[in-house]
C-alpha cells in the first residue's frame, strides 16, 4: 500500500502539521537546535509532611533527561524499597510509602548527581512503595523540521495518523496517540473500509499495560477505547450474532486472575472473560460484580494468556522495566452463522484442558510453568471461544460511538500487556460508491505563470463526514490524488486553494476532490494554462 501523507498533532500544545511520502521522517528536537538551559540545578526537595503517618512526597528537580534511581533504606543501610524511572528534564513529584515506623535515609541518583536526606515514619502504610504521580516538563520553542517553529516538551501527548493509496483511492490509517520522551518509528495500521462485504473491522493498536491491580496505578480498570463510525439511520446492536467477534492481542500470567468486559457507547456491560475465584487478594477484588465471578472450569485457572514476561514482584508495577512477552491473538464470539470454529470443551470456554498447551517462557525469571491458553488462529477463524457471558445483554447498544474493553487483574503478584484490540460489527449497506461524496469543479481565479488559484465545492457529503478535500493537477487528464494535489483538511462546503510551483506557459487540467470513508470522489475536469514571461 503506498503511503501518502501523515498528520502529527500535540494534543497539549494544540498544533498540527503534515508530512508526505518519501519525506516521513518528523524532527522534534534535536536538529540544527542550540542547548537549552532548564535554570535550576539538580536537587531533591525535603519531603512533606516530615515526620509522615505512613504515605510522604518529594520533588525532584532534573536539569536534563536522566536515569533516576531512587530508593529507600532504614539506617542500618538495608534496601526498603526503590524505583528506576528514565525522567525528562523538569520537576517531577513522588510519592512514598512505608510500612514501618522508624526513620529512614531517601537517596536519589540521576547521572553522577546524588542525594539524600533523612525521612522519618511514624505510621504505617500497607506496603513498601515508591511511585511517580505526576511531571512538570521544560517548554521549549523547537523546530519541527517541516514548516517553521511548534511548541514541544518531551512528554507531550501526541497523536499520528497516515493517509495511503488503495484503488488510486485515499483511505486512513488506526491512529496511534501516546506521550514522546524520545525518538520512535512507527508502524501505521490500515483497514480498506468495506473491504469485506460481511464485517466491519475497528481496531485499537494503543500497547495497554496491565499493573497488577489498584496497589499500582491507583485505578483498577485499565481501558482501551476503541471508536465506531460510518453506521447510517441510527444502527443497533439486534442480536448477540452481531458482535462478529472482540480480539485482544495479549500476554498476562494467570488467566484466572482476570475480568475482561466490554462496554458499549451507552454503557451497556458485557462480560467476556470472568474471574476464576468469588474472591481475590487485591484491592481490585472488590471492583469485580457477583455475576462476574465463578466460571466453571475443566482446566488450571493457572495457565497464562500468550508468553508473559513473568515480573520480578518488587517492580511489578513498573512498565519500563516489564518488557512485552510475546502476546498471542484471543477472539471471543457468540455469533454461529459466520463458520467460525469454536474451541473444544463443554461449552466452549476458555478454561478447558483441551485448550491449555505447553510453550517455552521467554521471562529471565526461570519458571518452571509453561502452561498456556492455546490461541485463536485469526486467519482461519479456528480456535474461538464463547465469551462466559452472552453477547445478548449488548442488545439495544448504538453501534456509532465509544466502545471500551475493560480488563481488572483481581489478584496479585502478576502483571502484562495488550498489544491491539479489535471489535467486528456487520458491514454497513451504505458502504458503497454511491455514498462517496458529491464535487463541483469551479473556475480558475487568477493564474500566473508559475501558479493558479483554483475552486471547488462539496455539495454533498455522501456517507459521512468529509476527511479531505483539493484539487487534483496535471497536465494529462483526469488528474488523481495519486498525483500532485493539495489538501484542504475537513468539512464540506467551498473551497479554493493555490497550485504553485508549475512550468510557464503550460497547460494544466485539475479537478476538485473530496474524501469520506467510502472513499474519493471527483468532480469534472478543466483546464487552464499559465502565462508566459515573469511576473
Not at 543501610?77 to 528514565?86: A, E, L
Not at 488503495?166 to 483511505?171: F, P, W
Not at 482446566?299 to 508468553?307: E, I, K, P, R, V
Not at 466452549?348 to 498456556?372: F, H, K
Request: hydrophobic residues 30%.
Amino acid at each position: 500500500m503506498q503511503l501518502h501523507s501523515v498528520v502529527i498533532e500535540n494534543i497539549w500544545k494544540n498544533w498540527a502539521d503534515t508530512i508526505y511520502y518519501p519525506d516521513t521522517t518528523y524532527i522534534l528536537s534535536g536538529v540544527g537546535i542550540e542547548d537549552h538551559d532548564f535554570g535550576g540545578a539538580f536537587s531533591v526537595s525535603q519531603n512533606t509532611p516530615n515526620p509522615f503517618d505512613g504515605i510522604t512526597d518529594f520533588t525532584l528537580t532534573l536539569p536534563s533527561e536522566e536515569k533516576v534511581i531512587i530508593e529507600v533504606l532504614d539506617m542500618a543501610g538495608h534496601r526498603v524499597t526503590g524505583t528506576t524511572h528514565q525522567l525528562y528534564a523538569g520537576k517531577h513529584t513522588f510519592r512514598i510509602w512505608l510500612n514501618t515506623p522508624q526513620a529512614y535515609l531517601l537517596t536519589v541518583k540521576a547521572g553522577k548527581n546524588v542525594s539524600s536526606i533523612k525521612i522519618v515514619n511514624n505510621g504505617r502504610s500497607d506496603y513498601n512503595r515508591i511511585a511517580h504521580m505526576q511531571g512538570t516538563p521544560i517548554s521549549h520553542e523547537l523546530k519541527s523540521g517541516k514548516d517553521g517553529t511548534h511548541p514541544f516538551s518531551p512528554g507531550d501527548m501526541m497523536r499520528y495518523s497516515g493517509r495511503a493509496l488503495y484503488n488510486n483511492e485515499l483511505i486512513y490509517s488506526d491512529t496511534i496517540e501516546q506521550c514522546q520522551h524520545s525518538s520512535e518509528s512507527f508502524e501505521l495500521a490500515f483497514h480498506p473500509w468495506g473491504e469485506a462485504d460481511d464485517e466491519g473491522h475497528f481496531f485499537s493498536t494503543q500497547k495497554l499495560f496491565i499493573p497488577d491491580g489498584e496497589s499500582c496505578n491507583g485505578n483498577c480498570y485499565n481501558t482501551i477505547g476503541i471508536d465506531v463510525s460510518g453506521y447510517t439511520g441510527g444502527k443497533f446492536i439486534t442480536g448477540p450474532e452481531d458482535i462478529h467477534y472482540v480480539r485482544l492481542k495479549m500476554e498476562h500470567s494467570r488467566i484466572g486472575d482476570l475480568w475482561i468486559s466490554i462496554v458499549c457507547p451507552n454503557g451497556i456491560t458485557a462480560t467476556i472473560l470472568k474471574k476464576s475465584m468469588s474472591s481475590g487478594n487485591s484491592e481490585c477484588s472488590s471492583m469485580i460484580p457477583p455475576y462476574a465471578y465463578n466460571w466453571q472450569y475443566a482446566g488450571s485457572t493457572n495457565a497464562h494468556l500468550g508468553q508473559y514476561y513473568k515480573p520480578d514482584s518488587s517492580i511489578k508495577c513498573d512498565a519500563s522495566l516489564n518488557p512485552m512477552g510475546i502476546c498471542w491473538n484471543y477472539c471471543w464470539s457468540d455469533n454461529t452463522n459466520n463458520g467460525y470454529q469454536y474451541s473444544c470443551g463443554n461449552g466452549s470456554r476458555v478454561y478447558e484442558t483441551c485448550n491449555q498447551i505447553y510453550a517455552t517462557n521467554p521471562s529471565p525469571y526461570g519458571q518452571s510453568d509453561s502452561l498456556y491458553l492455546d490461541s485463536t488462529d485469526v486467519a482461519n477463524m479456528t480456535n474461538v471461544f464463547h465469551p462466559d457471558i452472552s453477547f445478548s445483554s449488548l442488545i439495544g447498544c448504538p453501534m456509532n460511538g465509544h466502545w471500551e474493553i475493560r480488563i481488572v487483574d483481581g489478584w496479585g503478584i502478576d502483571n502484562g500487556y495488550v498489544e491491539e484490540a479489535e471489535i467486528v460489527l456487520p458491514a454497513d449497506p451504505s458502504w458503497t460508491s454511491n455514498h462517496i461524496p458529491i464535487v463541483a469543479t469551479g473556475s480558475v481565479s487568477t493564474v500566473s505563470n508559475t501558479s493558479a488559484i483554483c475552486n471547488g465545492s462539496i455539495t454533498n457529503s455522501g456517507l459521512a463526514g468529509i476527511m479531505d478535500k483539493g484539487i487534483c493537477w496535471d497536465t494529462i487528464p483526469n488528474p488523481s490524488i495519486s498525483g500532485p494535489h493539495t489538501s484542504e483538511g475537513q468539512g464540506a462546503g467551498a473551497f479554493s486553494t493555490t497550485l504553485t510551483n508549475l512550468s510557464t506557459g503550460t497547460t494544466y487540467y485539475y479537478r476538485a476532490y473530496a474524501t469520506n470513508v467510502a472513499g474519493t470522489a471527483y468532480g469534472d475536469t478543466r483546464t487552464f494554462t499559465t502565462a508566459v514571461g515573469s511576473w
